[in-house]
């Protein structure tokens, strides 16, 4: 393992320095308890202690509006759309990290999604190690508290002023070093980066499952036909996405397009979308495959628990929490679904 | 439809805010008038034609004898399109639906309250089979722009059915309930981008209710958040006066 | 990284020659402008565009063909993309993707016996796979068609059929929900057709293409008769958007309909809630 020690006073040179090259986003406090991922400037203050950032990184990569192809309606021809801004995402939680890896293989599956990873390949991560756990956030137990790849440099605040900086990739210890030569950490460094993890992992423990996140695939397949217990909890379901829309590993879209004034020209755009939604299952002529409400929040948890599983071999749920925060109806907690699953059937499994 | 099909615009009880929409287009107005010819619009032209194919009706019905009036048009046209909140929803026009006729009447006209006839507010589709909608308060211009170049295509533009928290949360917006405050979103049709809270205040309901809208939940929501039936119903009623269960 | 290749990017087709099957449906001949074959496979379906309006997938209803580049579709007036369709003259362009999907294995067939079950529309994709057995007679056993539609109004290739009926080489049953006055034919469900036909289960494989209401039907008479799940397929239909396996719209529990399916055999989707 290769590590850097950079202190405080170091890193707003150095930001100044990328910030030449790309776009710089870091955690900064919005409003009172809210946390979002803005661009960086002198003026910006990183919020280095926040808990979860309020909305999903995944936008940076996956825009919530991304046009994919331009057309010419008089020709007939259309031609491919990739926009790839370079950017940095500075202080990203590994849950949010483990998020982005599991994007990055889904993207890649079958028919690799040349526009997400057009974003992608110009997208430069430093992971952060928090310093506190969300309210809501249940990530040590969903195997997310920890990430040994998907992050050019991950830095650890060892002290009020120092960072332990963990190198990821080639290029982010270029970065590094791109104002001269930086200090290489010694022992005692490391150990203080380990036992801040450990810290921090003592704190998440407090919301956990109640068993082993592996087990989960099998609990929910179990409880599939149990109608009683999806219709109970989707009562009061608003099918408005709001849970789709903040998880950092949903990424389901539409795809829209419009012509331009004149009727000559136009772009084809995929938008995000959400299998919570009504129409989602929808097909022509009207018949839907999950036309009610607590079918489409089983397909939820199905997808979470045990879909995405099935091709990964990792939950779709990396346990932020945004979810529980996003529903104003208090329904979307997949810690608490799974855990009542577990109550329910732990017996007899 | 013909190759330049006829267009008309006409009021009812409204503002004229959606046709005013509509001129503010501006530059882009052109180059889409470039597809139809505008026999009827009072905001930028005063001919006046009754040969049309589509017509764009703003306003609510308010009045019996706007029903012919409204039955006239609906003849006339091949593609009946309903124009912002009042003609699409009822509108604000319906907030006297839950007040006495007579007391209205005084606070309108005053003395003169008998010489004028009135009814309860409705929208469009409660007289004549509309086409399309365009919704909001005013509306979208932009949406405006896409639903008719849709028609020109042959298409009718079908607005989203998802309540507003998807745009809002694509808008990366802090949920107003968040913030302690009432919002209609978790009900209302989304199609404006979530504007008015990503300007920072609150849902209004303009668009109306989505069509699958959980008003129980929603309900229960506003209860759990702390706002009492009478606050909630005052918000709900602003728009959503014609057709939900208040 | 910037990219000149998407899978996104339709390539253009152009029309042919068009024919009313009924009321609602149209059958559209379409060239591909590459000069190429479109290469599909009998169930695999693809995506069409009409710029300005949408892109909507449907399945290919002409067998594959290597001897020119046109390819078939039967299109029912439902939505945008398909009156937008039906408004084509000859001449015009579409975008195409694809063919995407899974389809049936002609290949396993090869000398065994075929029963094909096709309600409405279905009948559109069986063709694919009808036909080509047809153009490759010789390789598959007996050929049995039943083809049930709701009223006689509604049938489609109705001269094709006519055709085929003649041969002896296939049999062919028909049947309608609701007669008409000119109708003399069968009148019930499909199901009903099932006394009235024999073949051997040992040797059958059975393609079953209808709404979604008539799988369960048409799948325990075939279990009546003895055929096995494994020898039992089925096309399903779900709003594609991409095609690619990741907008996530045709999701069937876990498996996607454009990458896994349309074209499923009944073992890989029996034991899932969300299939038929």
Redesign the interface.
Known sequence: MIAYTIYLPQIKGLLKKWALELNIYVPTMVEKGFFEFRPWNDQVEIAWDYDLCYTTLKKFILPPREN??F???KK???????E?PKQLLFGVHPYDIKAINQLDQ??E???P???Y??RR??TIIFGLEPVHVAETAFWSSMNASKVDLGYDLYWTRISPGAFFVQVGSARGEEMLKVEGPVEKSNFTQKEAARRAHLKILAEAEKQTLKFDWSRTPELVNKF??NRTFWREKAKTCLSCGSCNLVCPTC?????????DDL?QK?R?Y?QW?G?MLRG??????G?N??DNAW?RYR?RY??KG??IF??LGELGCIGCGRCVKACTAGIANPRKVYNEIWEAIKNEI | MPNKPKVAFFDFAGCEGDQLQVANLEERLLDLVSHLEIVRFREIKTIKQDNYDIAFVEGSITRPEDEPRIKEIRSNAKILVALGACATIGGINCLKNFIKESEYKATVYGNFGRWYSTYAARPLSAIVKVDMEIHGCPIDRNEFARAV??LL????YSPPDYPVCVECKMAGNICRYEQGKLCLGIVTRAGCNACCVTEGSVCWGCRGLAPDANMDAAGQIMDEHGFSWLEAQDHLRLYFGYNSRL | ??????????R?ATLVSKQELNELVTLFEFAQDSGKPLAHRPGQFIQV?V??????PFSVSSPPRTDHNNFELAVRR???V???LH?LEVGA???IRGPYGSYFPMQKFVGQDFLFVAGGLGYIPIRSVLHYMLRHRDEFGHITLLVGTRNPKERIFTDQLAEISKRNDLEVLETVDTPDHGWKGNVGVITTLFPKISINPETTNVATIGP?VMYRFVIQECSKLGIPQNRIFVSL???M??G??????C????LNCC?DGPVFCYTDIAGL??AL
């Open positions: 994919i192809i057309f010419d309606m007939y021809s259309a031609s491919p759309v990739t790839a889904l993207m599956m079958d028919s999604d040349v526009n990873q057009a390949d110009n599939f036909n990424y389901c879209f539409d795809i829209q397009e419009e012509a009727l136009g084809r995929r979308d299998c989602f299952a929808e097909i022509a002529g018949h495959f999950r079918e397909h199905m997808r045990k879909y099935d091709k | 170049k849709e295509l042959g298409k009718i | 990284m910037k990219s000149d290749f998407s899978p996104y990017v339709p253009s565009s710029y300005g309006v949408g892109e909507a439902t939505g945008s398909t009156n937008a408004a362009k579409i975008g979604p239909e779900r709003r958007k991409c690619l396996g990741k907008c996530g719209h999701q069937i529990n876990g990458l809630g969300e």
